[in-house]
Structure formats: structure tokens, C-alpha cells
């Protein structure tokens, strides 16, 4: 599943940047201090994984044409797979499970602006879809799908050292909606908090997940996002989830 990641600036003067992350899908926001770079393009590259009963992995490229933390216009790339378990037909009273495996991708343009409190972003585009099922009864390959993804974001400091961050992604291609919600305080280096997210799509699976998160902790200039937590999906018990976000400048 795509899923985002973020990164924060250390003083009110650097402005966020935008950056690619899905799954959870992923989408990034790198912060750092302005390059002073006017009307030239700049790219980053980001990848991302979500692991638990159900994991994906995204990787991909943000590419801007007024430099990377000026408003304007921005086209995002990414592509991922992974697989989850489903519950299946049930034969003889006993429940069956599936092994559904997913392949995705999408295309998107969109602005972004920025301002003193932190920045808007959205985007917009073209996204498809290849899927196998695997069970008691054999394999099925799906046959291949294609619609419109919707990516909306805002990451905004309410404080010097505080961070929030709301993510919405809707895609029509599987008819799913993927959200998450953070707050951080700056802490050793990184923003320190709680999230949440939710996922549903059109087959009947949604997920609900709470954990805590590191945000925009760095290794030279590679940007990482590692977060921990608990979730529930559809018609299963809970269980532990990680995931791991990086983004760097190319």
C-alpha cells in the first residue's frame, strides 16, 4: 500500500519541501534550507516499506521546474507491489484464505505552494493496477485496470519545534481511499509522535493503524521516516506493523 513520509525544516525561514513517497503509497516532504536555485529543475528519488500482515513497497521520483521549495508546478512518479491475505469462499462451514498480490502504479501532476507556516501540496493523474489471487482454488490473474489518483497534502509547523502532517490519497482504480494524520515534536534530531492511518478499497478490505513516528532523521543526505504501531484489519485480529521511508536529492 503507498504511503507517505515526511521530513521537517529546523527554523521557521527553511521552507518544506515536497517530495514523492504510496502505502502505505510513498510520498515524501523533504525540508531543508532554500538552495537559491530560480526557474531550474530538481529532482528526488524516494522509496518506502510497509510491513505486516500485508506489505508493500513504493519507490519513485518527484521532479519540480522552480527549484525544490519555490511555488509551482510538480510531476510525481511512483510505482510499487506487495501482497495481503483475504478471507475466501468458505468450503464445507471452514473459511479459505486468498493471497492477493498487487502491482501499482501512477503518474501525477500538481502545484505545490509554500508558505512561512509549512505547504500545501496536490496532485493529480493517471494510475493502474495488475492483480493475482491465489488460493484453494488455483491462481487468478485480474485482468489490468486504470483510473484517476487524487493526492493531497499538508504539512504545517503549529510551533518553532512542532509538526503536522494530514495525507489523503483516493484512487478509482481499485475504488480506495488511504489517509494518515501525524503530529511530531522536534526531539534528538528527529519529530517525535503519534500517527494514525486508514486504509479501504473496493473489495471489501480496510485496515486502521495507531503508532509513533521519527520523522526526517538523516544519514548524510538521505532523509528517513520510521515509524512502529498496531492495527486492525478487516476480519482479523490486530498485529504490529514497521515501516521505513528514505528520500534523497538526485
Known amino acids: ?129 495488475i492483480e493475482v489471487e491465489g488460493g484453494v482454488f488455483g491462481t487468478e490473474r485480474l485482468p489490468f485496470r486504470y483510473g484517476i489518483r487524487l493526492h493531497g497534502e499538508v504539512w504545517a509547523r503549529p510551533t518553532e519545534s512542532t509538526l503536522l502532517t494530514a495525507t489523503a490519497i483516493l484512487g478509482s482504480t481499485r475504488q480506495s481511499a488511504w489517509s494518515r494524520l501525524a503530529w511530531g515534536h522536534d526531539i534528538w534530531g528527529a519529530y517525535l509522535g503519534p500517527e494514525a492511518s486508514f486504509y479501504v478499497d473496493g473489495t471489501g478490505y480496510s485496515k486502521v493503524g495507531i503508532g509513533i513516528h521519527a520523522t526526517d532523521f538523516r544519514i548524510g543526505d538521505v532523509g528517513f521516516r520510521a515509524s512502529l504501531g498496531y492495527q486492525v484489519e478487516a476480519g482479523s485480529v490486530g498485529s504490529p506493523y514497521v515501516a521505513l521511508s528514505m528520500w534523497k536529492p538526485w
Request: charged share 15%; net charge neutral.
Open 1 to 129: 500500500m503507498e504511503q507517505p513520509a515526511g521530513a521537517t525544516a529546523r527554523s521557521r525561514r527553511s521552507p518544506i519541501r515536497a517530495i514523492a513517497s504510496l502505502a502505505s503509497v510513498c510520498f515524501c516532504f523533504d525540508v531543508g534550507s532554500a538552495r537559491g536555485e530560480e526557474n531550474a529543475v530538481s529532482a528526488l528519488i524516494f522509496g518506502s516499506l510497509d510491513a505486516g500482515p500485508s506489505s508493500f513497497v513504493t519507490g519513485g521520483t518527484k521532479i519540480t521546474f522552480n527549484g525544490p521549495d519555490k511555488d509551482g508546478f510538480a510531476i510525481l512518479a511512483s510505482a510499487g507491489g506487495g501482497a495481503r491475505t483475504e478471507r475466501g469462499p468458505t468450503i464445507h462451514g471452514i473459511s479459505t484464505i486468498l493471497i492477493r498480490q498487487t502491482a501499482l502504479g501512477a503518474v501525477l501532476v500538481g502545484y505545490q505552494w509554500f508558505h512561512d507556516w509549512g505547504t500545501i501540496a496536490a496532485f493529480a493523474g493517471p494510475e493502474g493496477s
